[in-house]
């Protein structure tokens, strides 16, 4: 393992960048390696996997000239070719203007980049709603403590297995962020969301409900598909921060045009055992990655984290699945990190299999840059 962190390091201090006059542009990118192994213990499912996937492999480009600022990115993971950020902004006196592929303003969690959630992968109600990059215009204005984001949206890209098709449906979304306290080390985020989904009567893109148990190589237990053409949804989320400890917690729930609906809650916390803080940004109402305070390359042992999380998904007709997470966090470097999360997790009423349960532990090596 040591070996492959080593490697992961030098892929990630080679990154190249070049700056001309007011004119700058470098490499960005990710590498996700994730090995697991489950048991499935359904009614109509028994079975024990040993699987390992390349869950991300992004490259791209970002930059910017005066106030203008983009960014490119692809993603070669999982066996197929999808578009990441395609998006140009243009940032003013508190105030940016983006347009281009993008994620809609939606759940503290799904925001906050994968690079620095506390977990290997998102809890069930930043999965649960279909939450994507949609090709669109977003507004948003900051002030020292808080955010307001709106924006329209068409459709999502679909990845090279479905020929890069867009799809047919619109997205009005908006999301708003106030911290109380906003302080080095000590932070209260409160914030809501909310979205209104539309889509052609033809569109095979459905309004859906499912998730998976925080393992990306594992199956979709609760699967809710339904034939409603819109949706309305909102969202709730709150975080504090406390010098190493921090608490997240999040609820959402989706009504399909009175059809179904679904509701979806998690609650996690981290205690930063070498001393560090998570990290907030107000002007997006987010969480940033953690640097150690003595990095590996410097001689110390990297920043080490405990955490754990417990989250539900609750469909009208498909079932209730609800996982509990506890994992380690080895921030190596401030762009290297392992993970390992352990999970077990109970599935209720008529989901896809039936009802059972879920084990399961997983690894991840990564690395991202610049």
């Known amino acids: 393992m040591f070996r492959l962190v080593s490697l992961?390091?030098?892929?990630?201090?080679?990154?190249?960048?070049?700056?001309?006059?007011?004119?700058?542009?470098?490499?960005?990118?990710?590498?996700?390696?994730?090995?697991?192994?489950?048991?499935e213990d359904f009614a109509t499912l028994q079975e024990s996997v040993e699987d390992s996937t390349l869950r991300a492999a992004r490259m791209g480009l970002q930059g910017g000239w005066d106030d203008f600022s983009f960014v490119t990115e692809l993603d070669f993971g999982g066996d197929r070719v999808s578009f990441k950020d395609f998006r140009l902004r243009w940032s003013g006196e508190n105030v940016r203007i983006t347009v281009g592929n993008q994620k809609t303003p939606n759940s503290i969690e799904y925001i906050t980049s994968s690079t620095v959630n506390t977990f290997m992968?998102?809890?069930?109600?930043?999965?649960?709603?279909?939450?994507?990059?949609?090709?669109?215009?977003?507004?948003?204005?900051?002030?020292?403590n808080y955010s307001v984001a709106v924006g329209v949206f068409g459709g999502a890209i679909g990845d090279s297995n479905a020929d890069f098709r867009v799809s047919d449906s619109t997205v009005i979304a908006g999301r708003a962020t106030f911290a109380p306290i906003n302080e080095t080390g000590r932070v209260l985020h409160l914030g809501v969301h909310a979205r209104q989904y539309n889509r052609d009567a033809g569109e095979p893109e459905s309004v859906r409900f499912r998730a998976r148990l925080?393992?990306?190589?594992?199956?979709?237990?609760?699967?809710?598909?339904?034939?409603?053409?819109?949706?309305?949804?909102?969202?709730?989320?709150?975080?504090?921060?406390?010098?190493?400890?921090?608490?997240?917690?999040?609820?959402?729930?989706e009504d399909a045009e009175g059809a179904a609906d679904a509701t979806a809650w998690g609650i996690s916390g981290g205690w930063m055992l070498t001393g560090e803080s998570r990290v907030y940004r107000a002007s997006d109402g987010i969480m940033r990655g953690v640097s150690p305070a003595q990095a590996l390359s410097n001689g110390g042992w990297g920043a080490w984290e405990i955490v754990g999380r417990i989250d539900q998904l609750d469909t009208d007709n498909a079932g209730r699945q609800t996982s509990y997470t506890a994992g380690l966090n080895w921030q190596v470097e401030r762009n290297v990190r392992v993970m390992a999360n352990v999970i077990m997790a109970d599935v209720d009423g008529p989901a896809r299999f039936g009802e059972g349960d879920f084990q399961g532990v997983q690894m991840r090596f990564q690395v991202t840059w610049p």
Do not use: C, K, M
């Open 214 to 253: 925080g393992a990306s190589l594992a199956d979709r237990y609760v699967d809710q598909r339904t034939t409603a053409e819109s949706s309305t949804l909102i969202g709730v989320e709150a975080l504090y921060i406390n010098g190493p400890f921090h608490v997240l917690t999040e609820i959402a729930t």
């Open 8 to 39: 992961l390091s030098l892929v990630a201090f080679a990154s190249p960048a070049f700056a001309q006059n007011a004119f700058n542009i470098e490499a960005r990118g990710r590498l996700f390696v994730d090995v697991a192994s489950y048991e």
């Open 121 to 144: 992968e998102r809890a069930q109600p930043a999965q649960a709603f279909r939450y994507d990059r949609r090709i669109g215009i977003l507004v948003d204005h900051s002030g020292e």
